[in-house]
């Protein structure tokens, strides 16, 4: 069983940068796409970034340019470099990997809080 790992949430005043990691108990190299999500209170949870095993990486239109998502295959790891952050980038951030074969198969981190203070 896969388990995801995220780090690097923290209390941040706005225009700070933060950077989080999400750690796989085994290789990523299988997931077909990772990616991040949050969830502010009382929201859905929304796509943020992804990336996927051929390198191909979509952004929600709210980050572009101040969000970067990238993938260690070597260290199982993926990352959020988050620059310039807002207020509204308060949320709870999850990592997510899915393997697509016979079935698709999502994995969930348990998050890491992010607030930006303004």
């Known amino acids: 069983q896969v388990q995801l790992v995220e780090s690097g949430g923290d209390l941040v005043q706005a225009g700070g940068s933060l950077r989080l990691s999400c750690a796989a108990s085994?290789?990523?190299?299988?997931?077909?796409?990772m990616g991040w999500y949050r969830q502010a209170p009382g929201k859905q949870r929304d796509l943020v970034a992804s990336?996927?095993?051929?390198?191909?990486?979509n952004y929600a239109d709210s980050v572009k340019g101040r969000f970067t998502i990238s993938r260690d295959n070597a260290k199982n790891t993926m990352y959020l470099q988050m620059n310039s952050l807002k207020p509204d980038d308060t949320a709870v951030y999850y990592c997510?990997?899915?393997?697509?074969?016979?079935?698709?198969?999502?994995?969930w981190g348990q998050g890491t809080q992010v607030t930006v203070s303004s």
């Open positions: 997510n990997a899915v393997r697509i074969g016979m079935i698709r198969k999502d994995y």
């Open positions: 085994g290789t990523i190299f299988g997931f077909n796409v």
């Open positions: 990336i996927t095993s051929t390198g191909s990486i």
